[in-house]
Protein backbone atom coordinates (compact mmCIF):
# COMPACT_ATOMS: atom_id res chain seq x y z
CA UNK A 1 0.00 0.00 0.00
CA UNK A 2 1.36 3.13 -0.96
CA UNK A 3 1.64 5.66 2.14
CA UNK A 4 -0.93 8.58 1.71
CA UNK A 5 1.78 11.54 2.65
CA UNK A 6 3.47 10.61 -0.85
CA UNK A 7 0.33 10.23 -2.66
CA UNK A 8 -0.33 13.94 -1.11
CA UNK A 9 3.32 14.95 -2.59
CA UNK A 10 2.32 13.76 -5.97
CA UNK A 11 -1.10 15.63 -5.60
CA UNK A 12 0.14 18.96 -4.60
CA UNK A 13 3.41 18.61 -7.11
CA UNK A 14 5.52 19.08 -4.23
CA UNK A 15 8.94 17.71 -5.86
CA UNK A 16 10.92 18.15 -2.14
CA UNK A 17 8.56 16.69 -0.63
CA UNK A 18 7.94 13.81 -2.72
CA UNK A 19 11.38 12.99 -2.67
CA UNK A 20 12.46 13.43 1.44
CA UNK A 21 9.49 10.88 1.61
CA UNK A 22 10.78 8.65 -0.84
CA UNK A 23 13.43 8.13 0.77
CA UNK A 24 12.40 7.84 4.43
CA UNK A 25 9.25 5.81 3.71
CA UNK A 26 9.67 3.47 1.11
CA UNK A 27 11.78 0.99 0.14
CA UNK A 28 13.32 1.53 -3.60
CA UNK A 29 13.04 0.45 -5.99
CA UNK A 30 10.40 -2.17 -4.96
CA UNK A 31 7.90 0.08 -3.99
CA UNK A 32 7.94 1.60 -7.09
CA UNK A 33 5.63 -1.42 -8.17
CA UNK A 34 3.21 -0.69 -5.16
CA UNK A 35 -0.45 0.01 -6.40
CA UNK A 36 -2.96 2.51 -5.58
CA UNK A 37 -6.06 1.22 -5.33
CA UNK A 38 -8.15 4.20 -6.33
CA UNK A 39 -6.39 4.82 -9.91
CA UNK A 40 -5.09 0.79 -9.95
CA UNK A 41 -1.28 2.47 -11.18
CA UNK A 42 1.79 2.17 -9.95
CA UNK A 43 3.78 4.33 -7.68
CA UNK A 44 6.64 4.94 -10.18
CA UNK A 45 3.44 5.32 -13.00
CA UNK A 46 1.82 7.99 -11.09
CA UNK A 47 5.48 10.01 -10.80
CA UNK A 48 5.87 10.05 -14.19
CA UNK A 49 2.59 11.25 -14.87
CA UNK A 50 2.01 13.84 -12.66
CA UNK A 51 4.00 17.46 -14.03
CA UNK A 52 6.81 16.97 -11.50
CA UNK A 53 10.09 18.36 -12.92
CA UNK A 54 12.86 16.59 -11.40
CA UNK A 55 15.17 18.77 -12.98
CA UNK A 56 13.80 21.87 -11.70
CA UNK A 57 15.67 24.19 -8.95
CA UNK A 58 13.16 25.17 -6.41
CA UNK A 59 13.51 26.61 -2.77
CA UNK A 60 14.46 24.60 0.33
CA UNK A 61 15.05 25.06 3.47
CA UNK A 62 18.36 24.57 5.21
CA UNK A 63 19.80 25.16 8.35
CA UNK A 64 21.87 27.69 7.10
CA UNK A 65 18.81 29.69 4.97
CA UNK A 66 16.63 28.96 1.81
CA UNK A 67 18.48 27.88 -1.50
CA UNK A 68 17.36 27.31 -4.39
CA UNK A 69 18.77 23.73 -5.74
CA UNK A 70 17.39 20.81 -7.97
CA UNK A 71 16.88 17.60 -6.46
CA UNK A 72 20.01 15.99 -7.74
CA UNK A 73 21.58 18.78 -5.97
CA UNK A 74 20.14 18.04 -2.82
CA UNK A 75 20.74 14.37 -2.87
CA UNK A 76 24.84 15.79 -2.59
CA UNK A 77 23.98 18.17 0.23
CA UNK A 78 21.98 15.18 2.04
CA UNK A 79 24.67 12.92 1.53
CA UNK A 80 27.72 15.07 3.09
CA UNK A 81 25.08 16.19 5.92
CA UNK A 82 24.12 12.30 6.88
CA UNK A 83 20.30 13.24 5.86
CA UNK A 84 20.36 10.22 2.85
CA UNK A 85 21.52 6.47 3.45
CA UNK A 86 24.27 6.84 0.62
CA UNK A 87 24.25 7.64 -3.14
CA UNK A 88 21.63 4.75 -4.33
CA UNK A 89 19.13 7.57 -4.31
CA UNK A 90 20.53 9.11 -6.86
CA UNK A 91 19.70 6.08 -8.98
CA UNK A 92 15.93 6.60 -8.26
CA UNK A 93 16.01 10.39 -9.00
CA UNK A 94 17.18 9.57 -12.27
CA UNK A 95 14.83 7.14 -12.66
CA UNK A 96 12.02 9.75 -12.04
CA UNK A 97 13.65 11.92 -14.67
CA UNK A 98 16.27 13.90 -13.39
CA UNK A 99 18.30 15.65 -16.22
CA UNK A 100 21.93 15.37 -15.45
CA UNK A 101 22.96 17.67 -18.10
CA UNK A 102 20.85 20.82 -16.96
CA UNK A 103 22.56 23.54 -15.91
CA UNK A 104 21.88 24.13 -11.94
CA UNK A 105 23.65 27.89 -11.63
CA UNK A 106 23.88 30.51 -13.63
CA UNK A 107 27.92 30.02 -14.39
CA UNK A 108 26.20 27.18 -16.70
CA UNK A 109 27.37 24.42 -14.30
CA UNK A 110 25.56 20.81 -14.35
CA UNK A 111 25.79 18.80 -11.94
CA UNK A 112 28.85 16.56 -13.10
CA UNK A 113 31.00 20.18 -13.27
CA UNK A 114 30.22 20.57 -9.17
CA UNK A 115 31.10 16.98 -9.00
CA UNK A 116 34.41 17.72 -9.78
CA UNK A 117 34.80 20.04 -6.17
CA UNK A 118 33.36 17.64 -3.79
CA UNK A 119 35.38 14.45 -2.44
CA UNK A 120 35.45 11.71 -5.42
CA UNK A 121 32.90 9.03 -5.45
CA UNK A 122 32.61 6.42 -7.99
CA UNK A 123 29.18 5.49 -6.96
CA UNK A 124 28.11 8.99 -7.91
CA UNK A 125 29.82 9.13 -11.44
CA UNK A 126 29.14 6.20 -12.55
CA UNK A 127 25.16 6.66 -12.28
CA UNK A 128 25.35 10.38 -13.75
CA UNK A 129 27.49 9.00 -16.83
CA UNK A 130 25.33 6.25 -17.41
CA UNK A 131 22.17 8.33 -17.09
CA UNK A 132 23.94 10.38 -19.51
CA UNK A 133 25.60 12.44 -18.01
CA UNK A 134 28.33 14.60 -20.47
CA UNK A 135 31.61 15.38 -19.54
CA UNK A 136 32.75 17.18 -22.83
CA UNK A 137 29.39 19.26 -22.11
CA UNK A 138 31.00 23.28 -21.23
CA UNK A 139 29.83 25.76 -18.69
CA UNK A 140 29.39 29.27 -19.35
CA UNK A 141 33.31 29.56 -18.81
CA UNK A 142 33.78 27.28 -21.69
CA UNK A 143 34.94 24.23 -19.12
CA UNK A 144 34.25 21.11 -18.92
CA UNK A 145 33.97 18.41 -16.01
CA UNK A 146 36.68 16.99 -17.83
CA UNK A 147 37.95 19.87 -17.58
CA UNK A 148 37.54 20.58 -13.81
CA UNK A 149 38.84 16.68 -13.11
CA UNK A 150 42.33 16.17 -11.50
CA UNK A 151 44.83 13.52 -13.52
CA UNK A 152 42.69 10.61 -11.75
CA UNK A 153 39.48 11.66 -11.79
CA UNK A 154 40.19 12.24 -15.30
CA UNK A 155 40.89 8.65 -16.36
CA UNK A 156 37.56 7.24 -14.21
CA UNK A 157 35.50 9.71 -16.02
CA UNK A 158 36.73 8.66 -19.65
CA UNK A 159 37.09 4.92 -18.50
CA UNK A 160 32.82 5.06 -17.21
CA UNK A 161 31.88 7.42 -20.18
CA UNK A 162 33.60 4.68 -22.66
CA UNK A 163 32.20 1.76 -21.44
CA UNK A 164 28.70 3.55 -21.60
CA UNK A 165 28.89 5.36 -24.63
CA UNK A 166 28.40 2.33 -27.83
CA UNK A 167 30.22 4.79 -30.15
CA UNK A 168 33.38 3.59 -27.91
CA UNK A 169 33.26 -0.37 -28.36
CA UNK A 170 36.87 -0.22 -29.87
CA UNK A 171 37.80 1.58 -26.37
CA UNK A 172 35.86 -0.95 -24.38
CA UNK A 173 37.30 -3.91 -25.70
CA UNK A 174 41.11 -2.28 -25.12
CA UNK A 175 40.25 -0.98 -21.62
CA UNK A 176 38.72 -4.32 -20.62
CA UNK A 177 41.86 -6.31 -21.69
CA UNK A 178 43.93 -3.97 -20.06
CA UNK A 179 41.74 -4.22 -16.57
CA UNK A 180 41.93 -8.63 -17.32
CA UNK A 181 45.86 -7.83 -17.74
CA UNK A 182 46.00 -5.80 -14.27
CA UNK A 183 43.62 -8.11 -12.53
CA UNK A 184 45.84 -11.32 -13.33
CA UNK A 185 48.39 -9.35 -12.11
CA UNK A 186 47.12 -8.36 -9.33
CA UNK A 187 46.62 -11.57 -7.99
CA UNK A 188 50.05 -12.45 -7.98
CA UNK A 189 50.86 -9.81 -5.13
CA UNK A 190 50.31 -11.34 -1.58
CA UNK A 191 51.26 -9.82 1.63
CA UNK A 192 52.32 -12.06 3.83
CA UNK A 193 53.60 -11.22 7.49
CA UNK A 194 53.61 -11.82 11.03
CA UNK A 195 52.64 -8.08 11.34
CA UNK A 196 49.68 -8.25 8.90
CA UNK A 197 46.34 -9.42 9.33
CA UNK A 198 45.45 -13.13 7.23
CA UNK A 199 41.82 -10.95 6.07
CA UNK A 200 41.58 -7.41 6.47
CA UNK A 201 37.79 -7.18 8.33
CA UNK A 202 35.86 -4.37 6.84
CA UNK A 203 33.28 -2.52 8.98
CA UNK A 204 29.77 -4.06 9.64
CA UNK A 205 28.15 -1.35 8.75
CA UNK A 206 27.74 2.19 7.61
CA UNK A 207 27.68 5.25 10.26
CA UNK A 208 26.73 8.60 8.87
CA UNK A 209 25.37 10.72 12.19
CA UNK A 210 22.45 10.58 13.30
CA UNK A 211 20.33 13.75 11.90
CA UNK A 212 17.96 13.80 15.00
CA UNK A 213 20.21 13.37 17.49
CA UNK A 214 22.79 15.96 16.04
CA UNK A 215 19.42 18.26 16.03
CA UNK A 216 19.41 18.06 19.90
CA UNK A 217 22.62 17.96 20.07
CA UNK A 218 22.97 21.51 18.44
CA UNK A 219 19.76 22.41 20.74
CA UNK A 220 21.69 21.53 23.97
CA UNK A 221 23.37 24.55 23.47
CA UNK A 222 22.93 27.74 25.48
CA UNK A 223 21.24 30.19 22.95
CA UNK A 224 24.08 32.28 21.84
CA UNK A 225 26.52 29.03 20.87
CA UNK A 226 23.38 27.42 18.86
CA UNK A 227 24.69 28.92 15.81
CA UNK A 228 28.52 27.90 15.90
CA UNK A 229 27.19 24.38 17.12
CA UNK A 230 25.53 24.44 13.80
CA UNK A 231 28.57 25.35 11.63
CA UNK A 232 30.62 22.48 13.51
CA UNK A 233 27.72 20.31 12.73
CA UNK A 234 27.84 21.31 8.94
CA UNK A 235 31.90 20.84 9.15
CA UNK A 236 30.83 17.53 9.72
CA UNK A 237 32.33 14.77 7.14
CA UNK A 238 31.52 11.04 6.81
CA UNK A 239 33.26 8.89 4.96
CA UNK A 240 32.08 5.46 4.06
CA UNK A 241 34.31 2.40 3.74
CA UNK A 242 33.33 2.30 0.43
CA UNK A 243 34.41 6.49 -0.12
CA UNK A 244 38.04 4.85 1.67
CA UNK A 245 38.46 2.16 -0.14
CA UNK A 246 38.27 4.03 -3.73
CA UNK A 247 40.81 6.71 -2.27
CA UNK A 248 43.01 3.95 -1.27
CA UNK A 249 42.76 2.56 -4.64
CA UNK A 250 43.93 6.19 -6.25
CA UNK A 251 46.75 6.76 -3.89
CA UNK A 252 48.14 2.91 -4.56
CA UNK A 253 47.34 3.48 -8.70
CA UNK A 254 49.62 6.68 -8.08
CA UNK A 255 52.69 4.41 -6.71
CA UNK A 256 51.69 1.90 -9.01
CA UNK A 257 51.98 4.57 -12.05
CA UNK A 258 54.84 5.67 -10.95
CA UNK A 259 57.11 2.45 -10.69
CA UNK A 260 55.60 1.64 -14.16
CA UNK A 261 57.52 4.51 -15.11
CA UNK A 262 60.73 3.16 -14.02
CA UNK A 263 63.04 0.53 -15.53
CA UNK A 264 62.43 -3.15 -14.33
CA UNK A 265 65.52 -3.36 -12.40
CA UNK A 266 64.37 0.33 -10.75
CA UNK A 267 61.40 -1.09 -8.64
CA UNK A 268 62.51 -3.36 -6.08
CA UNK A 269 61.61 -1.75 -3.15
CA UNK A 270 61.14 -2.79 1.51
CA UNK A 271 57.93 -2.81 2.89
CA UNK A 272 57.34 -1.27 6.38
CA UNK A 273 54.52 -2.52 8.74
CA UNK A 274 53.84 -0.92 11.76
CA UNK A 275 54.28 -3.08 14.87
CA UNK A 276 51.24 -2.25 16.58
CA UNK A 277 48.42 -4.93 15.77
CA UNK A 278 46.12 -2.52 17.31
CA UNK A 279 46.29 1.07 14.69
CA UNK A 280 44.99 1.26 11.20
CA UNK A 281 48.67 0.69 9.62
CA UNK A 282 48.91 -3.15 8.67
CA UNK A 283 45.01 -3.42 8.10
CA UNK A 284 45.29 -0.86 5.34
CA UNK A 285 48.51 -2.66 4.48
CA UNK A 286 46.36 -5.99 3.94
CA UNK A 287 43.58 -3.85 2.06
CA UNK A 288 45.88 -2.53 -0.47
CA UNK A 289 47.07 -5.93 -1.35
CA UNK A 290 44.29 -5.83 -3.91
CA UNK A 291 45.15 -2.78 -5.67
CA UNK A 292 49.28 -3.54 -6.05
CA UNK A 293 50.66 -4.48 -9.48
CA UNK A 294 54.19 -4.61 -7.88
CA UNK A 295 55.17 -7.14 -5.26
CA UNK A 296 57.74 -6.19 -2.26
CA UNK A 297 61.07 -7.81 -2.63
CA UNK A 298 60.95 -8.02 1.22
CA UNK A 299 58.96 -7.14 4.34
CA UNK A 300 60.04 -5.66 7.59
CA UNK A 301 58.29 -4.81 10.83
CA UNK A 302 58.96 -0.96 11.85
CA UNK A 303 59.73 -2.05 15.39
CA UNK A 304 62.22 -4.55 14.67
CA UNK A 305 64.36 -3.06 11.17
CA UNK A 306 67.59 -5.02 12.45
CA UNK A 307 65.96 -8.09 11.43
CA UNK A 308 66.44 -7.06 8.03
CA UNK A 309 69.19 -8.43 5.85
CA UNK A 310 70.51 -6.17 3.30
CA UNK A 311 71.23 -9.40 0.39
CA UNK A 312 69.73 -7.70 -2.52
CA UNK A 313 69.45 -4.70 -4.69
CA UNK A 314 66.75 -2.57 -3.50
CA UNK A 315 65.86 1.27 -4.76
CA UNK A 316 62.61 2.28 -2.39
CA UNK A 317 61.07 1.61 0.77
CA UNK A 318 57.15 2.34 1.02
CA UNK A 319 55.18 2.81 4.29
CA UNK A 320 50.84 2.57 4.37
CA UNK A 321 48.13 4.22 6.60
CA UNK A 322 44.65 5.04 6.26
CA UNK A 323 45.00 9.14 6.88
CA UNK A 324 47.05 11.64 8.76
CA UNK A 325 45.92 14.59 10.42
CA UNK A 326 48.92 16.38 11.99
CA UNK A 327 51.49 14.37 10.38
CA UNK A 328 53.16 13.60 13.86
CA UNK A 329 53.15 10.03 14.01
CA UNK A 330 54.49 9.49 9.99
CA UNK A 331 56.91 11.56 10.61
CA UNK A 332 58.25 9.86 13.41
CA UNK A 333 58.25 6.95 11.58
CA UNK A 334 60.58 8.30 9.06
CA UNK A 335 62.89 10.06 11.52
CA UNK A 336 63.07 6.63 13.27
CA UNK A 337 64.13 5.04 9.62
CA UNK A 338 66.81 8.36 8.86
CA UNK A 339 68.29 7.76 12.29
CA UNK A 340 68.52 3.96 12.90
CA UNK A 341 67.39 1.97 9.81
CA UNK A 342 69.98 4.16 7.48
CA UNK A 343 72.95 4.77 10.08
CA UNK A 344 72.90 0.49 10.44
CA UNK A 345 72.68 0.67 6.31
CA UNK A 346 74.67 3.21 4.74
CA UNK A 347 74.30 1.31 1.32
CA UNK A 348 70.61 2.17 1.21
CA UNK A 349 71.41 5.99 2.17
CA UNK A 350 69.76 6.59 -1.42
CA UNK A 351 66.48 4.76 -1.23
CA UNK A 352 63.28 6.14 -2.16
CA UNK A 353 60.68 6.91 0.67
CA UNK A 354 57.22 6.35 0.08
CA UNK A 355 54.09 7.61 2.12
CA UNK A 356 50.75 5.70 0.74
CA UNK A 357 48.27 7.68 2.51
CA UNK A 358 44.99 8.58 0.91
CA UNK A 359 43.46 10.75 3.00
CA UNK A 360 45.47 13.80 4.37
CA UNK A 361 45.46 17.27 5.81
CA UNK A 362 47.86 20.18 4.12
CA UNK A 363 49.19 20.06 7.42
CA UNK A 364 50.21 16.97 7.19
CA UNK A 365 51.29 16.89 3.49
CA UNK A 366 53.67 20.21 4.55
CA UNK A 367 55.29 17.98 7.25
CA UNK A 368 56.36 15.29 4.84
CA UNK A 369 58.63 17.90 3.29
CA UNK A 370 60.58 17.96 5.71
CA UNK A 371 62.42 14.85 4.50
CA UNK A 372 63.12 13.42 0.48
CA UNK A 373 59.85 11.30 0.84
CA UNK A 374 57.06 10.77 -2.08
CA UNK A 375 53.88 10.99 -0.77
CA UNK A 376 50.97 9.31 -2.87
CA UNK A 377 47.65 10.76 -1.07
CA UNK A 378 44.04 10.70 -2.86
CA UNK A 379 42.24 13.44 -0.85
CA UNK A 380 42.27 16.49 1.35
CA UNK A 381 40.90 16.45 4.91
CA UNK A 382 39.69 19.83 5.61
CA UNK A 383 40.81 20.99 8.39
CA UNK A 384 38.59 22.14 11.32
CA UNK A 385 38.36 26.03 11.49
CA UNK A 386 35.05 26.93 13.19
CA UNK A 387 36.22 29.43 15.88
CA UNK A 388 35.08 30.10 19.43
CA UNK A 389 34.72 26.52 20.39
CA UNK A 390 36.40 23.92 22.65
CA UNK A 391 37.84 21.80 20.71
CA UNK A 392 41.46 21.08 19.63
CA UNK A 393 41.22 18.36 16.82
CA UNK A 394 42.74 18.63 13.61
CA UNK A 395 39.31 17.85 11.80
CA UNK A 396 35.87 17.10 11.64
CA UNK A 397 36.27 14.33 9.57
CA UNK A 398 35.81 10.06 10.54
CA UNK A 399 35.32 7.52 8.70
CA UNK A 400 33.03 4.25 8.57
CA UNK A 401 35.88 2.21 10.26
CA UNK A 402 36.94 4.67 12.57
CA UNK A 403 36.58 7.35 14.64
CA UNK A 404 39.89 9.22 15.40
CA UNK A 405 41.30 10.12 18.50
CA UNK A 406 40.33 13.80 19.85
CA UNK A 407 43.34 15.41 18.69
CA UNK A 408 43.02 14.40 15.22
CA UNK A 409 39.25 14.88 14.90
CA UNK A 410 36.84 17.00 17.44
CA UNK A 411 35.39 15.36 20.17
CA UNK A 412 31.67 16.23 19.78
CA UNK A 413 32.17 13.25 17.17
CA UNK A 414 32.93 10.92 19.63
CA UNK A 415 31.71 11.75 22.82
CA UNK A 416 29.14 14.60 21.72
CA UNK A 417 30.81 17.19 23.79
CA UNK A 418 29.15 20.57 23.67
CA UNK A 419 31.64 23.38 22.06
CA UNK A 420 31.91 24.67 25.72
CA UNK A 421 33.66 21.51 26.36
CA UNK A 422 30.70 20.05 28.81
CA UNK A 423 28.60 16.90 28.35
CA UNK A 424 25.74 17.21 26.52
CA UNK A 425 24.39 13.67 27.32
CA UNK A 426 23.93 13.13 23.55
CA UNK A 427 25.74 10.98 21.08
CA UNK A 428 24.96 11.61 17.41
CA UNK A 429 27.69 9.12 15.84
CA UNK A 430 27.08 5.77 17.05
CA UNK A 431 30.02 4.34 19.04
CA UNK A 432 31.67 1.60 16.65
CA UNK A 433 34.91 -0.84 17.24
CA UNK A 434 37.03 -0.24 14.25
CA UNK A 435 37.47 -3.71 11.94
CA UNK A 436 41.16 -3.95 12.53
CA UNK A 437 40.31 -4.45 16.37
CA UNK A 438 37.62 -6.75 15.98
Known sequence: MINQ??????REQDCFKLLNLLLVHTKLPDDFDLIDEHTGKSLLVLIQESSINFSEQCPVEYAWGEVNVTPLQSVFIAVQRGDAPDFESLRYILMLGANVNHPINNQGDTILHKLMSLPSHPLALKELIRAGGDIFKKNNQGKTPLDLADEITSKYLLETYNQNNPKHNAAIKIQRQWRSRNKLENKSVALTHESLPLFPKRPLRSNPPDVKK????IEKHKEEDKKTAEEVSHSIQHITFEHFLFGLKMAVKKFNLYLHSLPEDKRNYVLLVDSRKDKSGPWVTKLAQQFLLFPPSVIINTADPGKFIPTMDLNHIVLFDDASYSGNLLYKLQDSYYTSFLAKYRKYMNLQFH?????????????????PTLLHTQETIPSFKVKNTFFKGETATYFDHKIPVDLSSIECIENGKLITGESSGVVFVEPMIPPYKL
Do not use: C, Q, S, Y
Open 355 to 371: LIVPFTTERARERFKEF
Open 214 to 217: MKLW
Open 5 to 10: KILDAI
